[in-house]
């Protein structure tokens, strides 16, 4: 019987559920008396579990509060709880409706700035007054600053809160934040290692601390600290802890390994734009540019006026040979090309080269001057003003620069042939044998060179020698105008020489080949003119007149006008000659063949104004008997044979290296004032207390399973 009468007993059991309803009244008690009572409890029980970080349920309360009797502050404590939620705006929009709070204006400010709304969330927080919580309100203000990027007044405001509360760590951390946007390197590094000891910036300090000693250039500290974040398992901070590191890398100067470490930044954030700029300049510093521009022009998009990216695009440009690209991109980062910046000296370098491509000289001048001051051992600053002075037609300060270029980089062919060719133009053949001669030391196949070479050796009258040269080059595939017009020369000084010797049938040979040279010349690049003049000098030699003053008017340069005057005065006609010279040495004054020529012209043809003519006079000493043209010349007269030659382009490789930017941390979260308002519970003792308004409910219990042999056993006997 016992267990039959058990599960009847359970089955008449029940729960009872107890649950408060608002607006319903027991025992005739008015519903007003209730709500008396109710919403204060409602209101400091949700106050309860915010405390407790349940926003969601103290939402529920206060909400519901409000719906029974609205309150001032119920809906002050609804915007924070909230604000705690991320419901910015409607948090922001309850503060609007009940400004008589002390601190509704402030938590407004830092609602607005959490929405994203820096400019006016500041507003509200600057005039927002102190008096109690003035040193969060502070703190606010400087975080707010530093998300406007705004890093004096965030320092002022930082250090207003921390002066209001110094033990606390958060206010001074803000304030290193702040030093370090000013650039305060070493200030930053101090506060920030005076909090190394508190536990809750254990995982903040060290990508800060690395940034702080990456301004101050400690690239190797500057790593450690950045592995060691890394390494600690922490993830919040990995993508600047990548950043630092690469940045750390570079400044090392191992660009390699800094290219791994921007990219793996870039994974991180693709938006980044320091970070693509950082990988960008790491891919020029190892010379792929390709890559390197791609990284620029992603960043580029994104912030098209960004100086950073404009300096690595200039930089770019002006290595893939798009000068004028370059310019515009050097136009657009003025800010950043700081003269006293040592690690600017390549920056300066590929402006000032820039500059010199286009042509303009004292900008290019300036520009590499500068280069010359912060890295006084780069032989490319002192190649391109020697450059410079060679546009300028300056001789002397051409050789000059070339000669410092030239003892930092020993080497160098193409430098030691371009000095050669300046001692060609200056008529200094034995200097010029030197330097052509050195060039080919160190690359036998330089062409010019070895054009050089042939020119030094005609002039010093091993005429089949420089045939030799030239021959052989031409020979080799190398079909340049410049190496015929100036084989041309040779066979024409051949002919002259066979001329001498009496070998008519050789001269004649070699006049015609060299007129062919010119012709191959004039075929190949009719821009270079030279060879009008020299095949006018064939033409005279060979007497035929016609054709050679053709030729000479062909390029009617100071030379022809030489030339002209010279096959004039051999023909009988002085004062022809006399009217030409006079023309070319009031071209170029200086010139001792045109003063020798004009010289020769006045003892033929006029000899009794000669003695009155003294500056005329003293000009027969003036040609050396060893030079060729005098020693070959069929009349006395100099004739000038006009050599052809290219100046080598310089293409040192690049030693790029550009200005690090160090990351700015994220500043700290905002601290909203959670001053919860509770409300206090009245009681009105002449009433009775009315008893809590409860609902019940009952539920069956489900009935036990009955087992097939149940009310089967029998009782035992008690005896």
């Given at each position: 019987?016992?267990?039959?009468?058990?599960?009847?007993?359970?089955?008449?059991?029940?729960?009872?559920?107890?649950?408060?309803?608002?607006?319903?009244?027991?025992?005739?008690?008015?519903?007003?008396?209730?709500?008396?009572?109710?919403?204060?409890?409602?209101?400091?029980?949700?106050?309860?579990?915010?405390?407790?970080?349940?926003?969601?349920?103290?939402?529920?309360?206060?909400?519901?509060?409000?719906?029974?009797?609205?309150?001032?502050?119920?809906?002050?404590?609804?915007?924070?709880?909230?604000?705690?939620?991320?419901?910015?705006?409607?948090?922001?929009?309850?503060?609007?409706?009940?400004?008589?709070?002390?601190?509704?204006?402030?938590?407004?400010?830092?609602?607005?700035?959490?929405?994203?709304?820096?400019?006016?969330?500041?507003?509200?927080?600057?005039?927002?007054?102190?008096?109690?919580?003035?040193?969060?309100?502070?703190?606010?203000?400087?975080?707010?600053?530093?998300?406007?990027?705004?890093?004096?007044?965030?320092?002022?405001?930082?250090?207003?809160?921390?002066?209001?509360?110094?033990?606390?760590?958060?206010?001074?951390?803000?304030?290193?934040?702040?030093?370090?946007?000013?650039?305060?390197?070493?200030?930053?590094?101090?506060?920030?290692?005076?909090?190394?000891?508190?536990?809750?910036?254990?995982?903040?300090?060290?990508?800060?601390?690395?940034?702080?000693?990456?301004?101050?250039?400690?690239?190797?500290?500057?790593?450690?600290?950045?592995?060691?974040?890394?390494?600690?398992?922490?993830?919040?901070?990995?993508?600047?802890?990548?950043?630092?590191?690469?940045?750390?890398?570079?400044?090392?100067?191992?660009?390699?390994?800094?290219?791994?470490?921007?990219?793996?930044?870039?994974?991180?954030?693709?938006?980044?734009?320091?970070?693509?700029?950082?990988?960008?300049?790491?891919?020029?510093?190892?010379?792929?540019?390709?890559?390197?521009?791609?990284?620029?022009?992603?960043?580029?998009?994104?912030?098209?006026?960004?100086?950073?990216?404009?300096?690595?695009?200039?930089?770019?440009?002006?290595?893939?040979?798009?000068?004028?690209?370059?310019?515009?991109?050097?136009?657009?980062?003025?800010?950043?090309?700081?003269?006293?910046?040592?690690?600017?000296?390549?920056?300066?370098?590929?402006?000032?080269?820039?500059?010199?491509?286009?042509?303009?000289?004292?900008?290019?001048?300036?520009?590499?001057?500068?280069?010359?001051?912060?890295?006084?051992?780069?032989?490319?600053?002192?190649?391109?003003?020697?450059?410079?002075?060679?546009?300028?037609?300056?001789?002397?300060?051409?050789?000059?620069?070339?000669?410092?270029?030239?003892?930092?980089?020993?080497?160098?062919?193409?430098?030691?042939?371009?000095?050669?060719?300046?001692?060609?133009?200056?008529?200094?053949?034995?200097?010029?044998?030197?330097?052509?001669?050195?060039?080919?030391?160190?690359?036998?196949?330089?062409?010019?060179?070895?054009?050089?070479?042939?020119?030094?050796?005609?002039?010093?009258?091993?005429?089949?020698?420089?045939?030799?040269?030239?021959?052989?080059?031409?020979?080799?595939?190398?079909?340049?105008?410049?190496?015929?017009?100036?084989?041309?020369?040779?066979?024409?000084?051949?002919?002259?020489?066979?001329?001498?010797?009496?070998?008519?049938?050789?001269?004649?040979?070699?006049?015609?080949?060299?007129?062919?040279?010119?012709?191959?010349?004039?075929?190949?690049?009719?821009?270079?003119?030279?060879?009008?003049?020299n095949l006018g000098n064939v033409y005279k030699n060979t007497e035929e007149y016609d054709k050679a003053i053709k030729s000479y008017l062909g390029h009617l340069d100071k030379s022809a006008i030489n030339n002209l005057g010279v096959l004039y005065a051999r023909?009988?006609?002085?004062?022809?000659?006399?009217?030409?010279?006079?023309?070319?040495?009031?071209?170029?004054?200086?010139?001792?063949?045109?003063?020798?020529?004009?010289?020769?012209?006045?003892?033929?043809?006029?000899?009794?104004?000669?003695?009155?003519?003294?500056?005329?006079?003293?000009?027969?000493?003036?040609?050396?008997?060893?030079?060729?043209?005098?020693?070959?010349?069929?009349?006395?007269?100099?004739?000038?044979?006009?050599?052809?030659?290219?100046?080598?382009?310089?293409?040192?490789?690049?030693?790029?290296?550009?200005?690090?930017?160090?990351?700015?941390?994220?500043?700290?979260?905002?601290?909203?004032?959670?001053?919860?308002?509770?409300?206090?519970?009245?009681?009105?003792?002449?009433?009775?207390?009315?008893?809590?308004?409860?609902?019940?409910?009952?539920?069956?219990?489900?009935?036990?399973?009955?087992?097939?042999?149940?009310?089967?056993?029998?009782?035992?006997?008690?005896?």
């Open positions: 019987m016992m267990p039959r009468l058990l599960g009847k007993a359970i089955m008449l059991l029940g729960y009872i559920v107890c649950l408060p309803i608002a607006g319903h009244s027991l025992g005739g008690v008015p519903a007003n008396q209730v709500d008396n009572d109710s919403i204060p409890r409602l209101n400091n029980t949700a106050l309860k579990l915010a405390r407790n970080k349940n926003y969601s349920g103290a939402l529920q309360l206060l909400q519901r509060a409000a719906a029974g009797r609205p309150s001032d502050t119920l809906l002050y404590n609804q915007a924070i709880v909230l604000g705690r939620l991320k419901r910015f705006e409607e948090a922001s929009s309850l503060l609007q409706k009940i400004p008589s709070f002390a601190h509704a204006q402030a938590n407004q400010g830092v609602f607005f700035c959490l929405s994203g709304d820096v400019n006016v969330g500041l507003a509200l927080l600057e005039n927002t007054a102190g008096g109690k919580g003035a040193d969060k309100i502070a703190f606010n203000r400087a975080v707010a600053h530093l998300h406007a990027g705004q890093f004096d007044e965030a320092l002022r405001a930082a250090s207003e809160a921390a002066r209001m509360r110094p033990a606390e760590p958060m206010y001074r951390l803000t304030k290193g934040d702040a030093l370090l946007g000013l650039g305060k390197y070493r200030e930053a590094l101090h506060l920030y290692e005076a909090l190394e000891k508190v536990p809750e910036l254990a995982n903040l300090l060290p990508v800060r601390i690395g940034n702080a000693l990456l301004g101050l250039k400690k690239y190797e500290e500057a790593g450690e600290q950045f592995n060691t974040y890394l390494l600690s398992g922490d993830r919040t901070f990995q993508a600047p802890a990548r950043f630092g590191l690469a940045n750390a890398l570079y400044g090392q100067k191992e660009f390699t390994k800094a290219v791994a470490e921007f990219r793996r930044a870039v994974q991180f954030r693709p938006q980044w734009v320091q970070a693509r700029t950082g990988l960008g300049n790491a891919l020029c510093s190892i010379r792929d540019y390709r890559s390197a521009r791609i990284e620029f022009e992603t960043a580029l998009a994104l912030e098209p006026e960004n100086q950073h990216i404009h300096l690595g695009l200039g930089v770019v440009s002006h290595r893939q040979g798009l000068h004028e690209q370059a310019l515009e991109h050097f136009t657009k980062a003025p800010d950043l090309f700081e003269e006293k910046e040592k690690d600017l000296a390549d920056c300066f370098l590929s402006r000032g080269l820039t500059f010199l491509e286009l042509n303009q000289l004292d900008t290019a001048l300036v520009n590499l001057s500068i280069v010359m001051r912060l890295n006084k051992d780069h032989p490319a600053a002192y190649a391109g003003a020697s450059e410079v002075y060679r546009k300028k037609d300056s001789h002397r300060y051409t050789l000059a620069y070339l000669e410092k270029a030239i003892r930092l980089s020993p080497q160098n062919d193409k430098m030691l042939t371009n000095k050669g060719n300046m001692y060609l133009k200056s008529g200094n053949m034995d200097e010029a044998y030197d330097n052509f001669s050195w060039a080919l030391h160190h690359n036998s196949q330089n062409i010019n060179a070895l054009n050089g070479l042939s020119i030094s050796l005609l002039e010093k009258d091993r005429i089949e020698q420089a045939e030799s040269v030239l021959d052989s080059v031409i020979n080799r595939g190398h079909h340049k105008a410049f190496l015929y017009n100036n084989r041309g020369i040779v066979r024409s000084y051949l002919a002259l020489k066979h001329e001498k010797q009496r070998d008519l049938h050789n001269a004649k040979q070699y006049y015609y080949r060299s007129i062919r040279d010119y012709e191959r010349s004039r075929d190949l690049d009719s821009t270079h003119k030279t060879f009008f003049n023909n009988g006609k002085g004062e022809f000659g006399n009217h030409y010279l006079n023309i070319a040495l009031s071209i170029d004054s200086a010139s001792m063949v045109y003063q020798f020529n004009r010289y020769k012209v006045y003892k033929e043809y006029f000899k009794d104004s000669l003695a009155h003519r003294p500056d005329i006079l003293q000009a027969q000493n003036l040609m050396p008997t060893n030079s060729i043209s005098s020693k070959y010349s069929k009349d006395g007269y100099i004739n000038i044979y006009l050599y052809d030659y290219d100046f080598e382009r310089y293409e040192f490789p690049g030693d790029h290296y550009f200005p690090i930017q160090t990351d700015t941390p994220t500043p700290p979260d905002y601290r909203p004032l959670d001053d919860l308002l509770t409300m206090e519970i009245t009681v009105n003792p002449s009433k009775s207390v009315v008893p809590e308004i409860i609902r019940v409910t009952s539920k069956r219990m489900p009935k036990p399973r009955r087992s097939r042999l149940a009310g089967s056993t029998k009782c035992p006997k008690i005896i």
